[in-house]
């Protein structure tokens, strides 16, 4: 299979297109993302289900732009939503709403409405109060709601603290503990219609084994509730598989598939996944120009036009992505020098790399890999910054999905007092 991102004769290239040649027409920093990669990515979920009944709802905060959502809808994509916004884009993507669910801790009446008049495959509740706003949504409209409940399993995800979100000290879900009790209620609620029960205990797993605790105690749950008379159809585990910025080992979609089919034994009930990051962060790279070196005895400084307003995760997390040349120069081995990368945002956390090897010149352009996911969607106008410009590659094409912005599109809303 040709890499999404790959260089060839020292020119990094998109699919079939160098990336000098994008930043040509349409500059930097500048998100380009690969069809192909996207394609992949999800196929290898639809590929390890295909023996069972599933529905594979791409996570959109991962990366919403509507061409991202268009490509996976053509291959049959649901999507995992958390705010009418998304749901909007998923619209607008042509994607199928009777293959959404909609996560979230705090969905607000107008989300509930609207995700019910378009049909959505269920909301995923997360709270007793939620339930009742969403019953009292459902019981205006006349309709009946379909709900799984989000179940909080108190696992770790042995991840990053911040991105950790199956432990009952996290804000999500409903408690393993007490989930009987509010699905005994959910079920006595006259407009809702108990269908299923998910989960998502964190991002970036690199281990299978939390994944298994957490479906235990799920399956617990789902043996007791059957006694009970509630029959769960389908068991959502989220998203949460982890990728490759860096030496991780995560394992491969196939693998993970597997060992939960296992685990499920002869129990009937329709699997359903909400990968995001697995789907987007390989298919993705952005680019940023080095504007200007700074070495000082101390360290040196390479000043690049992307910042943490464009890519957040590094100031966020301290998160690692490779940073590489685009344009790889024959003498590049004896020019290597170790450089902080940082942005021009007034921020001494702005930087997107630090104490990375390269041969730097004023000028170069950059690829940090591994963007695609929670890259442009966690961007923002810090600093007055206009957001980047995304492309995506298809083979030898080159479209624009989305435009640089400009001052106009920051100051349309604005205005001063009167006089
Ligand atoms: C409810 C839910 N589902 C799916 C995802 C997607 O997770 P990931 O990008 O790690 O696959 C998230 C984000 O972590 C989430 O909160
Ligand atoms: N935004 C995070 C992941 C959070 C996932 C959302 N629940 C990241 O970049 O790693």
Request: aromatic residues 6%; hydrophobic residues 40%.
């Amino acid at each position: 299979m040709t890499q999404a991102f790959e260089y060839r004769q020292n020119q990094l290239f998109a699919e079939n297109v160098s990336v000098q040649d994008i930043h040509q027409t349409y500059g930097s920093p500048c998100y380009i993302y690969s069809r192909a990669a996207f394609e992949n990515h999800f196929l290898a979920y639809e590929n390890a289900l295909q023996d069972v009944p599933h529905l594979v709802c791409y996570a959109v905060k991962a990366n919403s732009n509507i061409a991202v959502l268009n490509v996976l809808a053509k291959l049959g994509a649901g999507f995992d939503i958390v705010s009418i916004g998304e749901l909007e884009r998923v619209v607008a993507a042509g994607g199928d709403t009777s293959k959404v669910v909609f996560s979230g801790v705090a969905k607000t009446a107008a989300e509930i409405k609207r995700a019910l008049e378009l049909n959505i495959h269920c909301f995923n509740a997360e709270s007793d109060a939620e339930l009742d706003r969403i019953n009292q949504v459902a019981q205006e409209m006349g309709v009946v709601a379909d709900i799984s409940l989000r179940v909080n399993p108190d696992v770790d995800a042995k991840t990053h603290p911040y991105i950790s979100t199956g432990l009952k000290d996290n804000k999500f879900g409903i408690n393993v503990d007490q989930a009987q009790a509010t699905y005994l209620r959910a079920d006595s609620l006259s407009n809702l219609n108990v269908i299923g029960m998910d989960c998502h205990i964190g991002s970036q797993l690199t281990e299978i084994q939390p994944f298994i605790d957490a479906l235990d105690r799920l399956l617990l749950l789902v043996d007791n509730l059957a006694d009970n008379g509630i029959t769960i159809e389908h068991l959502d585990l989220g998203g949460g598989l982890g990728v490759v910025y860096n030496d991780e080992q995560p394992p491969e979609v196939s693998d993970f598939i597997q060992s939960i089919k296992t685990h499920l034994g002869d129990r009937k009930l329709k699997l359903i996944f909400e990968p995001g990051r697995s789907i987007a962060a390989n298919a993705g790279i952005m680019t940023t120009q080095v504007e200007f070196l700074k070495p000082t005895e101390h360290k040196n400084f390479a000043i690049i036009d992307g910042a943490m307003n464009d890519l957040l995760r590094p100031s966020l997390y301290g998160a690692w992505q490779n940073i590489v040349p685009v344009t790889v120069r024959p003498e590049a081995e004896q020019n290597t020098k170790v450089w902080d990368l940082v942005g021009p945002v007034c921020e001494t956390g702005d930087f997107l790399g630090k104490e990375r090897a390269l041969d730097l010149q004023p000028g170069d352009l950059l690829a940090v890999k591994s963007a695609g996911a929670y890259g442009f969607t966690m961007s923002s106008n810090y600093n007055s910054r206009n957001r980047a410009a995304e492309v995506m590659v298809d083979g030898d094409q080159v479209h624009l999905i989305r435009k640089r912005e400009t001052i106009e599109h920051q100051l349309a809303g604005e205005q001063c007092l009167p006089a």
